[in-house]
């Protein structure tokens, strides 16, 4: 779990070391804003709840909805859940970080990397695709 969670409490902890060093606390406090909001926006917060592969793959299986594969920390993950909007939850979302049945997936796909955000959408699997084509095999 912690690997999940590092990069957004390295950011906290770098916000907090830059906001005590200001002589001015208004500053300091702008700077500490900043900090936490790119450890919330590169956290897991940001997405939907994950699911194990093994969830992931069955439930696509049943209703044919994609299935993301991404990790904390990574801006392709975050543009595409970005983009993705209110849909996002039309996805099934597994965490490569906390499972490593996904990141084998993941290594399958890519020959051997854990690149992400690796998506597989009816049978077809497409390593850091454009958000629109993951948005044309949504379901309206």
């Known amino acids: 779990m912690w690997r999940s969670w590092w990069f957004a409490g390295l950011l906290v902890a770098c916000g907090l070391f830059v906001a005590a060093a200001q002589d001015d606390r ?3 406090v702008v700077e500490l804003l900043v900090f936490l909001a790119l450890a919330v926006l590169l956290s897991p917060l940001v997405f939907p709840r994950s699911l194990t592969a093994a969830q992931a793959q069955e439930r696509s299986a049943r ?6 594969y991404w990790r ?7 543009r595409l859940r970005r983009r993705l909007g209110r849909r996002a939850g039309q996805v099934y979302w597994v965490n490569i970080w906390r499972d490593p049945a996904g990141a084998a997936a993941v290594r399958a ?3 051997g990397d854990e690149t992400v955000p690796t998506v597989v959408a009816r049978g077809e699997a497409v390593v850091n695709p454009e958000p629109a084509w993951l948005l044309g095999r949504l379901t309206p």
């Not at 209703?63 to 993301?68: A, I």
């Not at 904390?72 to 975050?78: D, E, K, M, T, V």
Request: proline share 11%; glycine share 22%.
């Open 63 to 68: 209703d044919g909805r994609p299935v993301v």
């Open 109 to 111: 796909v890519t020959g």
């Open 26 to 28: 208004r500053v300091g």
């Open 72 to 78: 904390p920390g990574c801006r392709y993950c975050l």
